[in-house]
């Protein structure tokens, strides 16, 4: 299979899929039963998940699978944060799905954590972009079609959530001899954001959490200040 190039024609293909695919859906379920559509998204999401374990169980071995292939990413956990949103409309799951999918994973459809033999059109390509690239647009057709929204209560929650995840998992790392969360080492990709040394990285990367998840909460307030203001003039 040929190598990841970050920024091909695949790739360019698999970011614009990520936006145009739950808008469509979006579009159709003003028609259509929404529900349906969300149930299907989970759906395709967690068999994604299962099958990906169990190639990476069947490929690598038992110890391998458990240092490295376990879903304790913090897509991972978005992935079944999301499912869980789509099928239950679960707020709790909307938010972590939310604010790690929107910050988290969508730079990881950005810049993928893809290498040598795993460009298009390979498995670990079609995985990959599934994985991620769903969980976006799970997110997004939950925000759209659905009307699930975030708050600033749900932020300050799934920031506090990722940091005590993270903390078990540094815990796990010393146990296991892996990096889930990328704690020991960066991951190997072209994302801007591990710039630092190690452990340096950890706590910038901390603050630019932060700030990314008040961008992505930025639109919902805005929407929230004008429709006040609008209430108010009117009053």
Not at 16 to 43: E, M, N
Not at 74 to 96: K, M
Request: net charge positive; glycine share 8%; with cysteine.
């Amino acid at each position: 299979m040929p190598d990841f190039e970050l920024f091909s024609t695949p790739h360019l293909i698999a970011m614009a899929l990520t936006i145009v695919v739950p808008i469509a859906l979006a579009v159709i379920a003003r028609r259509r039963a929404a529900a349906a559509i969300g149930y299907l998204l989970a759906g395709a999401l967690m068999i994604n998940e299962v099958v990906s374990w169990r190639y990476r169980f069947v490929t690598f071995g038992f110890e391998q699978f458990v240092k490295g292939h376990l879903p304790l990413h913090a897509c991972g956990i978005a992935a079944l944060a999301t499912a869980a949103a789509l099928v239950f409309r679960n707020q709790r799951a909307y938010e972590i799905a939310y604010f790690w999918g929107m910050v988290g994973t969508l730079n990881g459809v950005i810049t993928p954590e893809l290498g040598e033999n795993q460009g298009f059109p390979s498995y670990r390509f079609f995985q990959y972009f599934i994985s991620h690239s769903g969980i976006v647009i799970g997110v997004l057709y939950a925000t759209w079609a659905l009307r699930m929204r975030p708050d600033i209560g749900g932020l300050w929650r799934a920031f506090i959530g990722v940091n005590l995840f993270a903390a078990a998992m540094g815990i796990f790392n010393l146990v296991a001899g892996s990096n889930y969360m990328y704690l020991c080492e960066p991951p190997e990709a072209a994302s801007p954001f591990f710039f630092a040394p190690w452990p340096w990285y950890i706590l910038i990367i901390e603050f630019i959490a932060l700030a990314m998840f008040f961008l992505a909460l930025s639109p919902f307030r805005i929407a929230a200040w004008r429709s006040a203001r609008r209430s108010a003039d009117s009053a």
